[in-house]
């Protein structure tokens, strides 16, 4: 067979090309007339090996692994591969596809490149702290460069799941609470990574994923149940999904839940009636790990039903399972599906390897020599470190302990603290871990021999072995001492007498958020805790930097700790980055994306929720009959978008240019800020905005634009938002998007709880 295909079928490309019966076509155009070119010459097997998507075998999740892999591309039977890794290995395996299949069609190679390729940059949920929309832009360009240079041409990011649930270990993977910011965020990404030409050899084709509401299963757990009202949909939790859609994001992931009933692989309403006629999403859509099997176990049917119905839902591309490949033959025989939806399936999928430009050249993304130069460069290292001290949020500095000077003896303890491989927290599977910067080697490297640095682990990340062990897979371990706990702690307090100051690195280890990490108790682990009151009874300063990827409930440590500064977890330069933001070469200016609370119970718990009908009187903390707990106030631990520098910011009172307003007219509202402080620094300046009367019941505030604008010491400026109806606009009970008259509260702070307000009225 070897390339006499190949052949026939340039030809007929050339012929689609230059028949002069196209006339004037754009390139889409041109791009679906070229696939149609080769499904003339694809046989029904052929087309169906379109939509498979195995596992490489590298490494993989879930349950089912692929074999033979290089046969079935000899077959025609593989579409695409992921997770495999190098440039070389790749080349080798689209050779295979390219020179050994009957018809040579290039593979599509896709892979995990969620927060960075070898050079990583902290986590989404970290990086969304930072509100910096071009640096976050720049992490998925860095990201895209060195993937690509190393044979990969599609990354299975951004990930835009809102999610309002620290329990669920996925909440690390996505851009916090807020649906606004999550958009602006996915719009950002997906420029990072196609740039504006998908053919270019260092731009990828992005994925965007869990869809739809793979954030919201019930009790946090991963993979659970998800029941929401159309309105929560529209109005909260499909928005960066659309903004991503919008932005011409290539392909889209289902998720792994149901919605209404039906799990999103297998829901039409979902996939084509949102998706494709109400969105217009013109790429392919993808499954997300066996998700069609899996509609099994859901109760669905056998594999042959739940295959037919996922391809009948608009589900083109088959991960792993293999549900495709194997039953569509038979369904299409029985009438369950037409050859025309696998032919569809097929062309979306062969339109997507034309916008990557791998049918000019299936060899685009695996030039060897790139990838020596350009993955995990210094240069690339350098921005990853500013983008990690962008996103290191200071939580309380009591006392202004920091930042802390660069002398004396400093004494670093805890479980975090010499532990390079878990630096690049959960999906991270390209990252040199081993490579990455520990905060133990930041600090030595910050300080030189200007300061001592003295260790100690003084405590396990969890005290539970069976639990650290569950914890400590994808190769970063935890390195469990199995000394007794006292004895960890006594030898910790021998180091820290000697110290001026303490910095104590605590928190969870980086797979115990991700995926399949969901955990009921968010805080910190009672042998880490044990371990701090001890540091503070030497009646030494105590920096506690934390380590998570989730909003822990830290309300023990808010009381008795003078210092949080959380780093989440900061990527490949971790440590130097954290060491920038504890000596202050960097004013920290991150803000959470997500609520932290008081204790699990107040879970979920975000800013932007519904008044209820028993709202508690602002300023009170609990009464009789009154939407509230008992035994803890309705008040978050730190509110969305909050974040300290080590300079204050002061806001003047809001002003607004009109307060009565009428259709299209634009509303000015501006506010005086101050840097009141004694150093530099950033703020991110907040504008909510809350629709005081409406058809259906609206939250108390929601989020409609920020700036981060930074300041020198004692500077003032004003700073001006422009309000129109678009920010107004909403999804009423009949799911029609428009605004509607009446009043509005406009809010401006430095996070959601903190803010200047004031009030118009807007008619039609
Ligand atoms: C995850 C996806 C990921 C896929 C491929 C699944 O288990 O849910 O987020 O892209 O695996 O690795």
């Not at 932005?247 to 009933?261: E, L, P």
Request: with cysteine.
């Amino acid at each position: 067979m070897k390339n006499t295909g190949l052949i026939l079928f340039s030809i007929v490309i050339a012929m689609s090309v230059y028949n002069p019966s196209i006339g004037q076509t754009t390139t889409e155009e041109r791009f679906v007339q070229k696939a149609d070119s080769i499904l003339s010459l694809m046989t029904l097997e052929e087309k169906l090996g379109q939509l498979n998507l195995p596992a490489a075998g590298d490494f993989t999740t879930g349950q089912a692994a692929s074999s033979n892999i290089a046969e079935k591309i000899k077959a025609g039977k593989v579409g695409g591969l992921f997770n495999i890794k190098t440039a070389e290995k790749i080349r080798d395996v689209q050779k295979v596809a390219v020179e050994e299949s009957r018809l040579g069609i290039p593979l599509l190679f896709g892979m995990d490149v969620i927060h960075g390729y070898e050079t990583v940059f902290p986590i989404p949920l970290g990086i969304s702290s930072s509100w910096d929309m071009k640096l976050i832009e720049k992490s998925a360009r860095i990201a895209a460069i060195e993937a690509s240079a190393d044979g990969i041409n599609w990354t299975f990011s951004p990930m835009t799941d809102v999610s309002r649930d620290p329990r669920w270990g996925r909440v690390s993977e996505g851009n916090g609470e807020d649906p606004y910011l999550g958009a602006r965020i996915a719009k950002a990404m997906i420029k990072g990574y196609q740039g504006d030409d998908l053919s270019l050899n260092n731009t990828i084709m992005a994925c965007v994923k869990h869809f739809a509401l793979y954030g919201a299963p019930e009790a946090g757990r991963d993979y659970h149940t998800v029941d929401m009202s159309r309105q929560k949909m529209f109005n909260e939790y499909f928005l960066p999904y659309k903004a991503a859609v919008e932005a011409g994001v290539g392909s889209v992931m289902t998720s792994f839940n149901d919605i209404d009933g039906i799990p999103a692989s297998g829901n039409k309403w979902l996939m084509t009636e949102v998706l494709r006629n109400q969105w217009g999403f013109d790429g392919f859509v993808v499954t997300d790990y066996t998700a069609i099997n899996e509609m099994i176990d859901h109760g669905l049917g056998d594999l042959q039903t739940v295959s037919a119905m996922a391809l009948n839902a608009g589900v083109e591309m088959d991960m792993v399972g293999e549900g495709f490949l194997t039953t569509l033959e038979k369904s299409l025989k029985e009438g369950k599906v037409t050859e025309k939806q696998i032919e569809n399936a097929a062309r979306l999928i062969l339109v997507a390897k034309f916008k990557l430009g791998l049918f000019d050249d299936p060899y685009r993304y695996t030039g060897a020599e790139r990838a020596k130069k350009e993955v995990f460069t210094p240069e690339n290292r350098k921005i990853a470190r500013e983008i990690a001290s962008q996103s290191i949020v200071l939580l309380k500095n009591e006392g202004s302990i920091l930042p802390i000077q660069k002398k004396g003896t400093i004494a670093l303890i805890g479980p975090l603290a010499d532990n390079r491989e878990n630096m690049t927290g959960t999906w991270s599977v390209a990252g040199k871990f081993e490579e990455s910067v520990s905060l133990h080697d930041g600090l030595k490297n910050a300080v030189g021999d200007r300061a001592k640095i003295i260790y100690a682990k003084g405590a396990n990340v969890v005290a539970d072995s069976l639990l650290e062990s569950r914890v400590s897979i994808f190769g970063k371990p935890t390195y469990r001492d199995n000394r007794p706990a006292s004895v960890l702690i006594e030898e910790a307090l021998e180091v820290a007498k000697n110290a001026d100051v303490i910095v104590a690195a605590m928190g969870e280890s980086a797979e115990m958020t991700g995926e399949a990490s969901s955990m009921t108790n968010i805080e910190l682990d009672e042998k880490q805790r044990e371990l701090l009151k001890a540091l503070l009874e030497t009646g030494k300063p105590v920096v506690m930097v934390l380590f998570t990827g989730r909003p822990m409930a830290l309300k023990w440590e808010d009381e008795n700790m003078p210092v949080i500064l959380n780093a989440w977890f900061a990527g490949s330069e971790a440590g130097d980055a954290i060491a920038d933001v504890l000596f202050g070469d960097v004013n920290p200016s991150a803000k959470i994306t997500a609520t932290f609370p008081q204790n699990v119970g107040q879970v979920p718990i975000y800013y932007n929720h519904k008044n209820t009908g028993r709202p508690l009187p602002e300023g009170e903390w609990f009464q009789k009959f009154r939407s509230n707990y008992l035994d803890v106030s309705n008040d978050p631990l730190y509110p969305f978008g909050y974040g300290l520098s080590y300079t204050t910011f002061e806001y003047g009172d809001l002003k607004l240019g009109n307060t009565d307003l009428k259709g299209d007219q634009k509303l000015q509202v501006s506010v005086n800020l101050k840097n009141t402080g004694k150093y530099d620094g950033s703020e991110v300046v907040q504008l909510y905005i809350r629709d005081l009367v409406a058809s259906i019941t609206r939250p108390v505030k929601e989020l409609k634009g920020f700036q981060k604008v930074p300041l020198k010491a004692g500077e003032s400026k004003i700073i001006t938002f422009e309000i129109s109806t678009e920010d107004l606009k909403f999804y009423n009970y009949d799911l029609d998007f428009d605004w509607e008259p009446g009043e509005f509260e406009i809010m401006v702070g430095g996070n959601s709880r903190d803010v200047v307000k004031g009030k118009v009225n807007w008619v039609k």
